[in-house]
Nanobody, 129 residues
Framework: VQLQAFGGGLVQAGGSLRLSCAAS????????MAWFRQAPGKEREFVAA????????YYADSVKGRFIISRDNDKKMVYLQMNSLKPDDTAVYYCAADRNAILTAGFDYSSKQENYESWGQGTLVTVSS
């Protein structure tokens, strides 16, 4: 599967932005999806994940209550709605796919980068103070 993330940009603190990730390939409905991010000078970290049906979602504590992950299996799209953005949210955001995922993997599994086989190229989000 190939992934392409887009929708990043410059936004003021307190604002909102929606990221999108377009997937190709026939396995999308069997794939769990996630967003990770990498801030300048920092390691890539987990942001949010969603099960293959959309029935389960997981969030990092730093974004819980502000970000919402969703998916549209008919369109092969994954979204990340980001609200109440903070300067600390500035990062390159990556979408990732866990191919042929089990239905309910849990947070510990879903938040680990090594469980995702396919990655998009990243889209830059810059939050100004």
């Amino acid at each position: 599967v190939q992934l392409q993330a887009f929708g990043g940009g410059l936004v003021q603190a307190g604002g909102s932005l929606r990221l999108s990730c377009a997937a190709s390939g026939s396995s999308f409905r069997r794939d769990a999806m996630a967003w990770f991010r990498q801030a300048p000078g920092k390691e890539r970290e987990f942001v949010a994940a969603i099960s293959r049906t959309g029935g389960s979602t997981y969030y990092a504590d730093s974004v819980k209550g502000r970000f919402i992950i969703s998916r549209d299996n008919d369109k092969k799209m994954v979204y990340l709605q980001m609200n109440s953005l903070k300067p600390d949210d500035t990062a390159v955001y990556y979408c990732a796919a866990d191919r042929n995922a089990i239905l309910t993997a849990g947070f510990d599994y879903s938040s680990k980068q090594e469980n995702y086989e396919s990655w998009g190229q990243g889209t830059l989000v810059t939050v100004s103070s």
